[in-house]
Each structure stands twice: as structure tokens, then as C-alpha cells.
């Protein structure tokens, strides 16, 4: 059982930043592919980008490619995505992700992932 709780989240003008946090219980932390997905109102979750295990491999959506940054610390068992230039859009629940391994399916998928965070709230004002 893995345990995910966020952090970071909050209210930023457009054009600023935000690093949220993702930090999970469990000794097998690092096998873990971490996703982050976010849920505006009225919308369904969407995934926003993902950090294999090997630490090697990121994804990220196009909405965000070259603005979010995913990386993690396996030492301190965090995921953290930093988000740059933010834009009014990208206002939304963030949730952090962790999908066991050897589990089949796409990262871009919501139903690769076995684990979810309560998640936290961003808010980008215009």
C-alpha cells in the first residue's frame, strides 16, 4: 500500500510559479512510475506528465511541455512538479500518481495508476 500526500499548491498571478510536492510512504518508492494529473471544474482529469522509475524517462502533456518539470528524490521518497510560467488554464486540482510494477496500459492513463493523492489546489489569476 502506498500512500501519496500533495503539497505546494496555492494562488500565483499568471507568468509565476509553483512547486508542488508529492510525498509517499512505502519502502518500494522508487519501482513506482509517478504520474500528476490535474481536474479543472467541469472537467475531466487530464494527465499532465509522469516520471518513470528509472528516473530517465518524463512525459508531459503538450499543454505543458517546457513550462512543468517533474522530478523526484527516491532518498527523500518525493515527486515534485515544478510548474513555470504559469497561465490562468492551467488552474486545477493536481493529484499526484503511483502506478506499481509491472503495471500494463498507457502513462497518459489514468488507469495505469494503482495510487492517488487528495490533491492540491492551484489557482493562476490573470
Known amino acids: 500500500q502506498v500512500q501519496l500526500v500533495e503539497s505546494g499548491g496555492g494562488l500565483v498571478q499568471a507568468g509565476g510559479s509553483l512547486r508542488l510536492s508529492c510525498a509517499a510512504s512505502?519502502?518500494?518508492?522508487?519501482?513506482?512510475?509517478m504520474g500528476w494529473f490535474r481536474q479543472a471544474p467541469g472537467k475531466e482529469r487530464e494527465f499532465v506528465g509522469v516520471?518513470?522509475?528509472?528516473?530517465?524517462?518524463?512525459y508531459y502533456a503538450d499543454s505543458v511541455k517546457g513550462r512543468f518539470t517533474i522530478s523526484r528524490d527516491n532518498a527523500k521518497n518525493t515527486v515534485y512538479l515544478q510548474m513555470n510560467s504559469l497561465k490562468p488554464e492551467d488552474t486545477a486540482v493536481y493529484y499526484c500518481?503511483?502506478?506499481?510494477?509491472?503495471?500494463?496500459?498507457?502513462?497518459?492513463?489514468?488507469?495505469?495508476?494503482?495510487?492517488w493523492g487528495q490533491g492540491t489546489q492551484v489557482t493562476v489569476s490573470s
Open positions: 500518481a503511483a502506478s506499481r510494477p509491472g503495471s500494463s496500459g498507457s502513462y497518459y492513463s489514468s488507469r495505469r495508476y494503482d495510487y
Open positions: 512505502g519502502r518500494t518508492f522508487s519501482s513506482y512510475d
Open positions: 516520471i518513470v522509475w528509472n528516473l530517465l524517462t518524463t
